[in-house]
């Protein structure tokens, strides 16, 4: 199986604020790898998909970057709307997630 | 605009089976582009991926559960449903349906339904 861990697990943050993300794969994964958002009660919203792929309606300052094991999401300002958790995922095999990041108020 | 709406008993005993059923609407099922899936998120933790399915009913599923996991599609109905047999409280979570990309993208998730949360109780 491939396991994907993610860090931090809690990073506090304020806003205007450049975000950083990154998850590891225990093994390559080419690009295959999707970022998701989740807000509390709500399911998952997918940012990023191929690594590095915007998804369609999702603002510019979301972008991911990586191949291979290592993959980044970066958030460029962060704003009142992006405080939540966030998921990286690769599909290279089947699918699997990693621990998420909880990105709270500073 | 696409909708996944899931549906089935908030509660299950355990050693019974756990049924879903997941209602597409605002497209078709049976495009020839998309799998359809589900993914579960236990209260609190984090997301796991049970398995998805075709149109013609090819599936594809996550081995720790295949052998007690049955997905199957009704496209008469635009509707897709998951079975897990002999369920313990460790089954208790948030059931997502979703659509998956497919093609290129298997195995990336644009669509989810609401979630809804099944109990297994003792």
């Known amino acids: 199986d491939i396991q994907m861990t993610q860090s931090p697990s809690t990073l506090s943050a304020s806003v205007g604020d450049r975000v950083t993300i990154t998850c590891r794969a225990s093994q390559s994964v080419s690009t295959w790898v999707a970022w998701y958002q989740q807000k509390p009660g709500k399911a998952p919203k997918v940012l990023i998909y191929e690594a590095s792929n915007l998804e369609s309606g999702v603002p510019s300052r979301f972008s991911g970057s990586g191949s291979g094991t290592e993959f980044t999401l970066t958030i460029t300002s962060l704003q009142p709307d992006d405080f939540a958790t966030y998921w990286c995922q690769q599909y290279n095999s089947f699918p699997a997630f990693g621990q998420g990041t909880r990105v709270d108020i500073k | 605009q696409l909708q996944l709406q899931e549906s089935g008993p908030g509660l299950v005993k355990a050693s019974e089976t756990l049924s879903l059923t997941c209602t597409v609407s605002g497209g078709s099922i049976t495009s020839r582009t998309y799998y359809w899936g589900w993914i579960r998120q236990p209260p609190g933790k984090g997301l796991e991926w049970i398995g998805g399915?075709?149109?013609?009913?090819?599936?594809y599923k996550n081995p720790s559960l295949t052998s007690r996991v049955a997905i199957s599609v009704d496209s008469s109905t635009n509707q897709f449903s998951l079975k897990l047999s002999d369920v313990t409280a460790a089954d208790t979570a948030v059931y997502y349906c979703?659509?998956?990309?497919?093609?290129?993208?298997?195995?990336?998730?644009?669509?989810w339904g609401q979630g809804t949360l099944v109990t297994v109780s003792s």
């Open positions: 399915v075709y149109y013609t009913g090819g599936t």
């Open positions: 979703t659509r998956d990309k497919g093609g290129r993208q298997r195995g990336c998730f644009d669509f």
